[in-house]
């Protein structure tokens, strides 16, 4: 079983910087294909932010583009997301999904999400 788990997040005045990470570790033999990460606000639906290939080809929403960087170490399991210029509407529980590969299986993997808070 591969295990997904979140971190770096806090608390962060407006316009200060953060950077999450996200990383992949089990038991078993396992490859990684896309990364992405997910946030969720008070009241409001899980969203997605931004997204990075097993090519490294990125996606942003455009509430966070030019702000936020999406990138990954694949030989450590690892996905970061540098967040720049925050806002207080950036604030939410921010969730990582990885597809994880065993074997002919693939499946997404949600880690247990890290709160970003911006605020004076």
């Known amino acids: 079983q591969v295990q997904v788990v979140e971190s770096g997040g806090g608390l962060v005045q407006p316009g200060g910087s953060l950077t999450l990470s996200c990383h992949a570790s089990?038991?078993?033999?396992?490859?990684?294909?896309?990364m992405a990460w997910h946030r969720q606000a008070p009241g409001k639906q899980r969203e997605l932010v931004a997204s990075?290939?097993?090519?490294?080809?990125?996606s942003y929403a455009d509430s966070v583009k030019g702000r936020f960087t999406c990138s990954r170490d694949n030989a450590k399991n690892t996905a970061y997301l540098q967040m720049v210029n925050l806002k207080p509407e950036d604030t939410a529980v921010y969730y990582c999904?990885?597809?994880?590969?065993?074997?002919?299986?693939?499946?997404?993997?949600w880690g247990q999400g890290t709160q970003v808070t911006v605020s004076p």
């Open positions: 999904n990885m597809v994880i590969m065993i074997q002919r299986s693939a499946s997404g993997s």
């Open positions: 089990g038991s078993t033999t396992f490859n990684i294909g896309a």
């Open positions: 990075i290939s097993t090519s490294g080809t990125t």
